[in-house]
C-alpha cells in the first residue's frame, strides 16, 4: 500500500473529493464552519492531508491539522468545529495532531484499511515530532440509534470489545476514549433546507429522527428554523 501527500501534489486534492463525496449525510457538509474553513486545510495543511493507495486506485483518505493542546481532558477543544475554526487563528506552537477524518473508499470498506489510516496518522505526528494524535470520533453506527445518549452508547460492548465498529477499531489499535465531544458540530438551517437535505416533510415542530444523524434534528416550524447537534468522542492515540 503506498501512502501519497497533498503536498506531493496538489492535483491528488480531485481524489481526496472522489473518495470525500459519497462518506456523509449531505446535511453535516452544510455546517457553516466545515464550508467556511475545508478547502483552506488543502491549501495550508497539505502535508497534513494523505491518501492511501492500492496498485492504480486510491482507496483511503486521512484529513489532519496540527493543533496546540495541553495535553488534559479539560483542555480539549470541544469538538470537530471548533478544531477547525481556531487552527487558522490559534498561534500557539503545534504539538499535536488532530485527526479530523478518516474515509475508507466505498469499494474497499471492511478491508482494513481505517487500521492503515489510524497508523499513518500516528507515523505522520511522529515525523512532525509529536506524541499525540487525537480525534473527534464520528462513531459508525450511531446513527442507527439517535435516541441513546452518547455517553451510554460508547459503553455498549459486544464480544468484550465496544459494539461501534470505528470505536472497536481505535481501540484495538491502542486508542482511548477521553470524553464526549458536545457540541462537536451544529448545523442549522430552514424548513426548507432541511426538507431538502433530508428527503423529509415536517409538518409540525419537534425532534425528528433523519437518516444519518447521530442524534434528533430539532424542528422549529414558528421560526422556520431546524437545529442539528452533532456529539462525538474524543480519543487518544500515543504516537
Aim: aromatic share 12%; glycine share 6%; charged share 25%.
Amino acid at each position: 500500500m503506498i501512502v501519497e501527500y497533498l503536498s506531493d501534489n496538489e492535483k491528488l486534492v480531485d481524489e481526496i473529493n472522489n473518495i470525500d463525496k459519497d462518506a456523509w449525510p449531505v446535511f453535516l457538509t452544510k455546517d457553516t464552519i466545515v464550508k467556511k474553513h475545508w478547502k483552506s486545510l488543502y491549501t495550508k495543511y497539505q502535508e497534513y492531508q494523505l491518501l492511501l493507495k492500492i496498485e492504480d486506485e486510491y482507496v483511503g483518505v486521512g484529513n489532519s491539522v496540527p493543533i496546540y493542546w495541553n495535553e488534559k481532558i479539560d483542555g480539549l477543544p470541544i469538538g470537530f468545529d471548533e478544531v477547525l475554526e481556531n487552527v487558522f487563528k490559534d498561534n500557539r506552537k503545534r504539538n499535536t495532531l488532530c485527526g479530523l477524518a478518516a474515509i475508507t473508499s466505498k469499494n474497499h470498506l471492511g478491508k482494513g484499511i481505517s487500521y492503515k489510516i489510524i497508523d499513518e496518522f500516528k507515523k505522520l505526528a511522529k515525523t512532525k515530532g509529536f506524541s499525540n494524535l487525537i480525534l473527534p470520533v464520528r462513531p459508525t453506527l450511531k446513527s442507527k440509534y439517535p435516541t441513546i445518549s452518547m455517553k451510554n452508547y460508547i459503553k455498549w460492548e459486544k464480544n468484550a470489545l465496544p459494539f461501534d465498529p470505528w470505536i472497536r477499531v481505535h481501540i484495538k489499535s491502542g486508542g482511548k476514549i477521553l470524553k464526549i465531544a458536545n457540541p462537536s458540530m451544529t448545523i442549522t438551517g430552514t424548513i426548507a433546507d432541511w426538507e431538502k437535505w433530508t428527503d423529509m416533510y415536517f409538518g409540525e415542530s419537534g425532534q425528528y429522527i433523519i437518516p444519518g444523524a447521530l442524534n434528533p434534528v430539532t424542528i422549529n416550524l414558528e421560526k422556520n428554523t431546524g437545529k442539528y447537534i452533532e456529539p462525538n468522542v474524543w480519543i487518544l492515540h500515543k504516537c
